[in-house]
């Protein structure tokens, strides 16, 4: 209970007292779109970063060398908890932006630092405002933005047996031509989702597979990269569970 007091309080407290900061962020954007996006970045990064100080979480990061410094990418993982975001948001070298459900875009000052962090709100329910968001996510990486998307569409309540990824999913990075970074997370349920609403200790271990360059592949596996991307990201996963929590 006192692990999730302290991250529930930290986060709001930041959302209350950075409102002057994103005022002044509106008014300065136009006349220094790169600083202020960089600086929204860092801003969101160091409170996700207390976040997980707060709830006790020990990381271990693998293959982040595989990550490109220069160039904007598609980020695709599995999903059993918040906490991925949480993580893989403070893991990003540049600025990124996460698609996530359109329900988020109501939860007041939270929606504004979303904006901010270049997230794309996705509507499940509609096929027409989905492919919208699809788009909205394919320009943002064409402008140098890399994008955070998980394919099974929601958290995975059996961790161990991945949903299946949305081929829709794929569009960004065949579109943008920008590489697929897979990142596979292991045991970030154990944080919240196992025992909510408490947080606890836990170990997570997340992997970064190298860079997947759509325009490389053989026709019939660009026809079914969910599957391909799921089976790389499943092969990872039980290697990981195996060396780390068995």
Same mark, same amino acid.
């Given at each position: ?10 986060? &709001?407290?930041? $959302? ?24 929204s ?6 409170? $996700?970063?207390?976040?997980?100080f707060?709830? =006790?979480?020990? #990381? %271990?990061?693998?293959?982040?060398? !595989?990550? /490109?410094?220069?160039? @904007?990418?598609v980020? &695709? =993982? ?12 403070? +893991?990003? /070298?540049? @600025? ?7 329900s ?5 000052l939270? !929606?504004?630092?979303? $904006? +901010? ?6 509507? +499940?329910? !509609? ?10 996510a ?10 955070y &998307?998980?394919?099974?569409? %929601?958290?995975?309540?059996? /961790? ?26 292991? !045991?970030?349920?154990? &944080? ?7 947080? +606890? ?7 970064? =597979? ?16 969910? %599957?391909?991307?799921? =089976? #790389? ?14």
């Amino acid at each position: 209970m006192i692990r999730t007091i302290l991250v529930l309080g930290a986060i &709001i407290l930041f $959302l209350i007292l950075t409102i002057p900061v994103l005022i002044v962020f509106h008014f300065l954007h136009g006349k220094y779109p790169e600083k202020i996006d960089l600086i929204s970045l860092r801003m969101i990064q160091w409170i $996700l970063r207390v976040a997980l100080f707060l709830s =006790g979480t020990k #990381l %271990t990061v693998l293959g982040e060398e !595989n990550v /490109p410094k220069d160039r @904007p990418v598609v980020y &695709i =993982g599995n999903h059993t908890s918040y906490y991925d975001v949480v993580i893989g948001y403070t +893991r990003v /070298p540049g @600025p990124t932006g996460f698609v996530t459900k359109d329900s988020m875009s109501k939860i007041p000052l939270l !929606n504004l630092w979303m $904006l +901010r962090g270049k997230c794309v709100f996705l509507n +499940r329910d !509609n096929v027409k405002e989905g492919l919208k968001s699809i788009l909205a996510a394919i320009a943002e990486v064409k402008e140098g933005i890399s994008i955070y &998307i998980f394919p099974e569409g %929601t958290r995975n309540k059996t /961790p161990d047996t991945f949903m299946d990824f949305k081929e829709g999913s794929f569009k960004i990075p065949e579109k943008s031509g920008a590489p697929i970074i897979p990142v596979t997370f292991v !045991n970030s349920h154990a &944080i919240y989702e196992d025992h909510k609403p408490f947080i +606890r200790r836990a170990h997570v271990v997340v992997e970064y =597979g190298k860079p997947i360059y759509m325009d490389t592949l053989d026709k019939e596996t660009k026809k079914h990269m969910g %599957t391909y991307v799921s =089976g #790389l990201l499943h092969e990872t996963y039980e290697k990981n569970k195996a060396a780390y929590f068995s």
